[in-house]
């Protein structure tokens, strides 16, 4: 089977306060490897029953483990752009009054509809999402989706950052035709990982997510899945995709075209992947050799898989502006998350930013900063 090893990866799911640390339902690692879907084209977390378990455990736990919060400011103009996706949709659909948001978290898109008028509710397995409902005036089923608690049909339904955790999205998607009206439209929202797929970046790894999805493979598994695709774009805001299909009458006369995106798509991956793992390596030795200097990662989600399938010991520090993850650690990883206040406080002298989408903006931010005194890499360019 075609497979690519990252060896034993954080289990990340939360962030916990390292003041008042929790106890973990779930182990803190796992082996975590990539594969390949080719009847959709579609990158995927090799399937582990133990890690498949955990993460239906994580998801009935009361935390929103969720990005659009509303105590997330980073995370508001993702749901801004998201939102005006959504109500361009819904204009265009005027029989659309019923709308049912699958995995539901903090209700943050819920709560704007319902302001708009519309009969707005939602599905999630974990208590706090009915919690939040209930604050805000929605009602949210505790279950997950599909659920025979779910009597209703509705004109839309929609789901932000739900089916790249899906262990089977075809099948998931093809369940949303019971609760669709006849022309009902169904909205999808999945982080874009087009560019760390053509590149070769492993930076996306992470247990939550089994699907990584392109403008292509996500096509393919709403086509495979029954609807008639209107649009798959990336979003305006972010790094993420929005696909957006119509119920047909007979969702299993479909058939997904025979193009395909590449001949051997996973190998070239494969290829460039084995790369970018090397160069991360080969510019952490250099660093690592001279003890004088002091390390630091940007953006520290996306570098655990390198952290990982380099075996890189815990002697550096990691460093995010997302304001609630401030001094909190990931499970099984005691490092504290610093902020851009810390770092001006405590400088480093190198700093690898890990992401794709906001590297060049974090590292003007660092330079207008620090000027040369600390050594400012992308992930862009540890790639090459």
């Not at 977390?45 to 509303?70: C, H, P």
């Not at 247990?207 to 996500?218: A, D, V």
Request: aromatic share 12%; hydrophobic share 40%.
């Amino acid at each position: 089977m075609e497979e690519i090893k990252l060896g034993d990866l954080p289990f990340y799911w939360r962030l916990a306060n390292i003041n008042e640390k929790k106890n973990n339902p779930v182990k803190s690692f796992f082996p975590f490897s990539f594969s390949f879907d080719h009847t959709v084209d579609l990158l995927i977390q090799k399937q582990n029953e133990e890690v498949m378990r955990a993460l239906s455990n994580i998801y009935t736990q009361n935390e929103n483990i969720g990005y659009l919060q509303d105590d997330n400011e980073i995370a508001k103009p993702y749901g801004t752009d998201f939102i005006k996706y959504v109500e361009n949709i819904i204009n265009t659909n005027p029989n659309i009054n019923k709308i049912l948001e699958v995995g539901c978290g903090g209700c943050v898109v819920l709560s704007h509809l319902k302001k708009l008028g519309y009969e707005a509710s939602g599905i999630d397995a974990s208590p706090f999402a009915a919690t939040e409902g209930k604050k805000k005036g929605i009602e949210v089923i505790t279950d997950f989706f599909p659920s025979q608690k779910l009597k209703e049909k509705f004109g839309l339904i929609y789901h932000v950052d739900v089916l790249e955790h899906i262990r089977n999205p075809v099948e998931f998607l093809k369940n949303h035709h019971d609760n669709l009206l006849e022309d009902g439209i169904i909205i999808v929202n999945v982080p874009d990982a087009t560019e760390s797929i053509e590149i070769g970046d492993i930076s996306m790894a992470m247990h939550q997510h089994i699907n990584y999805f392109t403008e292509f493979s996500l096509r393919n598994t709403l086509t495979s899945a029954g609807f008639d695709v209107i649009d798959v774009k990336k979003a305006g805001y972010g790094g993420s995709l929005y696909g957006v299909g119509i119920r047909t009458r007979n969702p299993g006369a479909i058939v997904l075209s025979n193009e395909k995106s590449n001949n051997h798509p996973f190998k070239e991956f494969a290829k460039k992947a084995n790369h970018s793992i090397q160069r991360f390596r080969e510019i952490n030795n250099a660093f690592f050799a001279d003890e004088n200097n002091t390390i630091g990662y940007y953006v520290p989600l996306r570098a655990l898989p390198y952290i990982a399938a380099c075996q890189i010991g815990y002697k550096f520090r990691f460093f995010d502006d997302t304001e609630h993850w401030h001094n909190k650690e990931f499970d099984g990883v005691s490092v504290k998350v610093e902020n851009f206040s810390d770092l001006k406080a405590n400088p480093v002298s190198h700093i690898l930013i890990m992401s794709l989408t906001f590297g060049e903006v974090i590292k003007k931010k660092i330079i207008s900063e620090f000027g040369e005194s600390i050594k400012v890499i992308t992930l862009s360019e540890l790639i090459g």
